[in-house]
């Protein structure tokens, strides 16, 4: 069993920066992905960007490409998403995910991760 605890979520203004971080206990191993996922209102979970073990393995959505940055250090046991050039379509719970895999490319698909984090709301408004 892992457990995930995420915080850092509130409420910005367009074009803020906030920093979201995850730490992770329990059961954590060397070959694993990280992963963090959004959900907003009426739409269905998305992947936003994610770590594997590899060294280097930083995966982003498109749509966070280039505003997003994910850090991760060599413990296993946290991963940060500094969130930059927000916008209202940012607005959303965000969940870090964790899953066991030998694999470099970390897995964007929600289904394939078992241990989730209860999510932080980060909203952007004016």
């Known amino acids: 069993q892992v457990q995930l605890l995420e915080s850092g979520g509130g409420l910005v203004q367009p074009g803020d920066s906030l920093r979201l971080s995850c730490a992770a206990s329990?059961?954590?191993?060397?070959?694993?992905?990280m992963g963090w996922f959004r959900q907003a209102p009426g739409k269905e979970r998305e992947f936003v960007g994610g770590?594997?073990?590899?060294?280097?393995?930083?995966r982003y959505a498109d749509a966070v490409k280039g505003r997003f940055i994910i850090s991760s250090d060599n413990t296993m046991k946290s991963m940060d998403l500094q969130m930059n050039s927000l916008t209202p379509e940012d607005t959303a719970i965000y969940y870090c995910?964790?899953?066991?895999?030998?694999?470099?490319?970390?897995?964007?698909?929600?289904?394939?991760?078992?241990?989730w984090g209860q999510g932080t709301q980060v909203t952007v408004s004016s």
């Open positions: 329990g059961r954590t191993v060397r070959d694993y992905h």
């Open positions: 995910a964790y899953r066991y895999s030998l694999q470099t490319i970390v897995d964007t698909t929600a289904s394939q991760y078992p241990y």
């Open positions: 770590v594997s073990w590899s060294p280097g393995s930083a």
